[in-house]
């Protein structure tokens, strides 16, 4: 019988919000890439929350990493208060699990300073019965002593006690103390597992009202036209080829959204389908950085939507193309500060609706829609289990579709119609 709930913070009751922190800084992506690694993607960050290292001496470790950047680590450095934001679910969460009759503790990774910034703010601590946050005692998880700390202190039972954290090494290290453990993955799917561990748990608010929490665009046609200018260059690289075809921006438009090997097989239908995906891969190879430098058609007003948007939503982009092509995009047409997260077979090997549920994951995403202009985006949202918004405006046709805009600046106010129904 459960009597204990244990939660890690980060990524469970509180978004670390690494990558937006840096965006509200100004840096460039090139610049979060290159700062991302050589802080929290570095041995140092984890010194930050063992507490052992002075700030000082962490920010000089980091800047020996990359010399060059003194100036913008040290900014990075200078006021964290907004790496991490509360989940609009965690009062409540923790609220009602404790109207149940269960005792809620905290066992986290976190350096001092940063604490203290959630001390002052976050909601949800003021329902919580005891807590071992890694500066306190210099060890951090997976290490054992943090668990063991916990238990010791206040007695806890490890076979009534169950642990829900984000990382699954830090899940191993709790079974072998005994303790039930839940892999956090996205918050309904842990609700579902704490309810089959027996927790009495009442519906929280957000499972009932399933308000929209994160914006999913496919590209081509949705954001913009890349046809004309690929279409000239796939065109060179065929008649290099010594190929007699003939590739059109109108016959891409006919083709976008479907997986790469798909549009080699219809677009060179006599020729083998191994020498077909070969002429594919060479031109999405080269077409890439005359994209990045020239652009494409950006479709009408949705730079300004898009920045309208990203105020009230994480945007994502999720589209079936080859890793830098979606980055391109973003470059050539400044946009690199407006998307939290991008994905694409090119990076993950997955299509389309595995990628939804991918970038929901690691971004903890429990409700989005999928904005896109075919067919195929319709399936992979359905099969993702995601609202589909059709972009009419767009390069392809389906009937299959949870609402329909036949401009991008009527997505703002079918939002709020769609979230009103919910």
């Given at each position: ?174 079974k072998t103390f005994g303790i039930k453990t839940i892999h956090f993955t996205s918050l ?82 006599e020729i083998s389908k191994e020498e077909a995906i070969d002429i594919m891969e060479e ?37 079936n193309c080859r890793s830098g092509y979606i980055e391109a995009f973003l470059k050539a ?90």
């Amino acid at each position: 019988m459960i009597q204990n709930i244990i939660f890690d913070i980060g990524q469970v009751l509180a978004k670390f919000r690494w990558k937006e922190y840096m965006n509200d800084l100004g840096f460039s992506k090139e610049l979060k890439e290159r700062i991302g690694k050589v802080t929290v993607q570095s041995s140092f960050w984890k010194e930050v929350d063992r507490g052992v290292m002075s700030l000082e001496e962490i920010i000089e470790g980091c800047i020996k990493l990359e010399p060059e950047l003194e100036k913008e680590i040290r900014l990075f450095y200078r006021d964290m208060s907004t790496i991490v934001i509360e989940y609009k679910y965690a009062e409540e969460l923790l609220f009602k699990l404790k109207k149940q009759g269960y005792r809620i503790y905290l066992l986290s990774n976190y350096g001092e300073r940063n604490f203290s910034y959630i001390a002052k703010k976050f909601r949800f601590l003021k329902y919580i019965d005891g807590q071992i946050i890694s500066y306190q005692i210099q060890h951090i998880k997976p290490e054992p002593e943090i668990y063991r700390a916990l238990l010791e202190k206040y007695q806890l039972d490890p076979e009534n006690s169950i642990f829900l954290d984000d990382l699954e090494e830090n899940l191993e290290m709790a079974k072998t103390f005994g303790i039930k453990t839940i892999h956090f993955t996205s918050l309904y799917s842990s609700l579902e597992k704490l309810r089959n561990f027996g927790v009495t748990l009442p519906k929280l608010f957000c499972e009932q009202t399933e308000c929209y929490d994160g914006l999913m665009f496919d590209l081509d046609g949705t954001l913009w036209d890349s046809t004309t200018a690929a279409a000239k260059i796939w065109d060179d690289v065929v008649k290099r080829r010594g190929l007699s075809y003939e590739v059109t921006p109108q016959r891409l438009k006919q083709l976008y959204g479907l997986p790469l090997e798909e549009i080699a097989v219809e677009l060179f239908p006599e020729i083998s389908k191994e020498e077909a995906i070969d002429i594919m891969e060479e031109c999405v190879v080269v077409q890439c950085p005359v994209l990045s430098e020239k652009g494409g058609t950006l479709l009408e007003k949705i730079k300004e939507t898009l920045q309208d948007l990203s105020k009230r939503y994480p945007i994502f982009i999720i589209s079936n193309c080859r890793s830098g092509y979606i980055e391109a995009f973003l470059k050539a047409h400044q946009l690199e500060n407006i998307f939290t997260d991008t994905a694409c077979p090119g990076d993950t090997g997955k299509l389309k609706a595995d990628n939804i549920r991918l970038v929901m994951e690691r971004n903890h995403i429990l409700n989005p829609i999928y904005i896109g202009d075919t067919n195929g985006d319709s399936m992979a949202a359905k099969d993702a289990n995601v609202p589909f918004i059709f972009a009419r405006y767009g390069f392809g046709m389906t009937d299959q579709y949870d609402a329909a805009i036949d401009s991008i600046e009527e997505l703002i106010p079918v939002l709020g119609l769609l979230e009103e129904t919910k």
